[in-house]
Nanobody, 124 residues
Framework: QVQLVESGGGLVQAGGSLRLSCAAS????????MGWFRQAPGKAREFAAA????????YYPDSVKGRFSISRDNAKNTAYLQMNSLKPEDTAVYYC?????????????????WGQGTQVTVSS
């Protein structure tokens, strides 16, 4: 079993930055890929970023490419999502997730474990 706990959310003005953290416990952190998803009110949960086991491969949707950066520190059992140039449309609850199987890592079904989420609100 893997436990994931997100932190770092909050209120920020448009154009600002936030760094989310996802602390993992349980299984060996370096054995699974990590992803970030987000869910805005009234909308489906959507893919925001993913990183492979070693950190050598990273994936982003076009909506955040060039503004968001995912990283991981396997020694600290933590994944990060650096969000820059934030826009009001980035407002959502952000969830981190862990995947034990090799896949595209861009779909909800690719992931086995989920955190509880952290709120990010971007004001205009």
């Amino acid at each position: 079993q893997v436990q994931l706990v997100e932190s770092g959310g909050g209120l920020v003005q448009a154009g600002g930055s936030l760094r989310l953290s996802c602390a993992a416990s349980g299984r060996t952190f370096s054995s699974y890929a990590m992803g970030w998803f987000r869910q805005a009110p009234g909308k489906a949960r959507e893919f925001a970023a993913a990183i492979s086991w070693s950190g050598s491969n990273r994936y982003y949707p076009d909506s955040v490419k060039g503004r968001f950066s995912i990283s991981r520190d396997n020694a600290k059992n933590t994944a990060y999502l650096q969000m820059n140039s934030l826009k009001p449309e980035d407002t959502a609850v952000y969830y981190c997730a862990a995947a034990t199987r090799k896949s595209s890592w861009t779909r909800l079904s690719d992931y086995d474990y989920w955190g509880q989420g952290t709120q990010v609100t971007v004001s205009s």
